[in-house]
Nanobody, 127 residues
Framework: QVQLVESGGGLVQPGGSLRLSCAAS????????IGWFRQAPGKEREGVSC????????YYTDSVKGRFTISRDNAKNTVYLQINSLKPEDTAVYYC????????????????????WGQGTQVTVSS
């Protein structure tokens, strides 16, 4: 069964950090672009970061630039999102997703065509 599983979320104070993981099973991530999305209550899903497979390029939405870092470890079949200097507005469920297989991030941080989603991991930033 093809599956993506996110982990690493939790409750942190403003200014704190977490490392989110996206682990794949049943297939390899090597040839996919991987995006991280988030969805806060009452809001649409927002693409926050994308990493390509073709050249390893990374992209971030403006609100997280300089604070979040996406990376991939193909040997572990896992993609990470390091999230630092967290703010209350970062509170959301964070999801990872694969593209359809061309390996690119044509719209920058937001994958336009998502083939597979994980179940999400909750990040809550609060005092």
């Amino acid at each position: 069964q093809v599956q993506l599983v996110e982990s690493g979320g939790g409750l942190v104070q403003p200014g704190g950090s977490l490392r989110l993981s996206c682990a794949a099973s049943g297939f390899t991530l090597d040839y996919y672009a991987i995006g991280w999305f988030r969805q806060a209550p009452g809001k649409e899903r927002e693409g926050v970061s994308c990493i390509s497979s073709s050249d390893g390029s990374t992209y971030y939405t403006d609100s997280v630039k300089g604070r979040f870092t996406i990376s991939r470890d193909n040997a572990k079949n896992t993609v990470y999102l390091q999230i630092n200097s967290l703010k209350p507005e970062d509170t959301a469920v964070y999801y990872c997703a694969t593209d359809s297989g061309d390996g690119s991030c044509p719209n920058g941080p937001s994958l336009p065509f998502v083939d597979s989603w994980g179940q999400g991991t909750q990040v809550t930033v609060s005092s």
